[in-house]
């Protein structure tokens, strides 16, 4: 006598199992593949490659008493090109024509040019003129958004950096502000406004003639905003 056979309901038990695992893997997928703050930093970074903006900068001792105010402007063409000027109140100009980098301070008469390649690289300066590919390798990147934009949190993964930390504050695509704290929880704070990812960009704006009468030191560690 013929056995008797039941067909496999679609459902059972196996296949409920074989759904749980699929559903528990795609998770797992899309979590890993999910963009990660680096690559989310990297990706309003990118529209920087040209940048100009009016500062405010403030430097907070540990305690929370200001230290030190200054306000001046900047201007970004990556890759390797920089000019911050402090207009007030001590001037000082700090350019990057992509090969040398030149800290020219007017009151004391007195410049330092380095090589732009033996100046530390995990520097809020060299952030926004550097690769973006570099991102990766000398920082560890984490989100620190809050209500007024999206915010990272950058630790130099070197164990030599000036730094122990940086912030970086937006507001939609535009950079608004830079912390910065250092290994003795001194904090610079800088704000941007006026910001700009088209400006114009005057010719010989990254470059430095240092006037006659001015020491010149060279091959010094300096420090780099």
């Given amino acids: 006598?013929?056995?008797?056979?039941?067909?496999?309901?679609p459902g059972g038990p196996v296949t409920r199992r074989v759904r749980a695992t699929l559903a528990v893997l795609a998770v797992v997928w899309a979590s890993a593949h999910a963009a990660q703050p680096s690559d989310r930093l990297r990706g309003l970074l990118e529209p920087m490659a040209r940048f100009g903006a009016e500062?405010?900068?403030v430097v907070v001792g540990a305690n929370g008493r200001t230290l030190q105010s200054a306000h001046g402007t900047v201007h970004v063409e990556r890759p390797g090109r920089l000019r911050w000027e402090v207009v007030a109140p001590y001037p000082q100009l700090i350019v990057s024509d992509g090969t040398d980098l030149v800290v020219f301070d007017r009151d004391l008469k007195?410049?330092?040019?380095r090589p732009l390649a033996e100046a530390p690289r995990d520097?809020?300066?060299?952030?926004l003129t550097g690769e973006l590919d570099e991102l990766d390798r000398l920082f560890d990147v984490a989100e620190d958004s809050e209500d007024t934009?999206?915010?990272?949190?950058?630790?130099?993964?070197?164990?030599?950096s000036l730094f122990d930390h940086i912030r970086l504050e937006f507001a939609g695509p535009l950079l608004a502000g830079i912390d910065i704290v250092d290994h003795l929880d001194q904090l610079t704070r800088v704000r941007f406004r006026n910001q700009s990812l088209s400006p114009a960009l005057e010719p010989g704006l990254f470059e430095l003639v240092i006037p006659?009468?001015?020491d010149v030191l060279r091959d010094v560690e300096s420090g780099e905003p």
């Avoid at 006598?1 to 309901?9: L, Q, W």
């Avoid at 520097?123 to 952030?127: A, E, H, S, V």
């Fill in 1 to 9: 006598m013929p056995r008797s056979t039941r067909a496999r309901r």
């Fill in 55 to 57: 500062f405010e900068q």
């Fill in 110 to 113: 007195q410049a330092t040019v």
């Fill in 123 to 127: 520097t809020p300066g060299r952030l």
């Fill in 149 to 160: 934009g999206d915010g990272f949190v950058l630790r130099p993964r070197g164990d030599d």
């Fill in 212 to 214: 006659d009468g001015v």
